[in-house]
């Protein structure tokens, strides 16, 4: 028995995690740095608008990210998605799966690499 008639064909992909905190840059919720120099060879951030914050601001804003958090506005809701530079896309709200599907397309249409 033959589950797919039309086989699927996956590509992976990776985002562009600096543009998109550019982008977003007063919507940081989270930031994954890592660094090539010093002590702390990789470092996560938490909060809210972290890239605005006076102390640790800079790091979210100097430092090559592996991942990335937003608030993004979507259908009148605030969304919060964790995107990595690998390809993982994580939506923390109920979503429809038309919703992600819209979500994942303007991604990767907008910050794919």
Known sequence: MEILKNPITLIPISFDVERIAQYFRDKIWTGTIK????????????GEQIAN???????????PKRSIGIIYEFGGRRLKIRI???GFFQIFNRITVSEFVEIVRYF??????
């Open 35 to 46: 660094r090539n120099d010093g002590n702390v060879k990789t470092a996560s951030l938490w």
């Open 84 to 86: 990595t530079e690998r």
């Open 53 to 63: 914050d006076v102390d640790f601001g800079r790091y979210i804003e100097d430092y």
């Open 108 to 113: 990767i249409q907008n910050f794919a690499r």
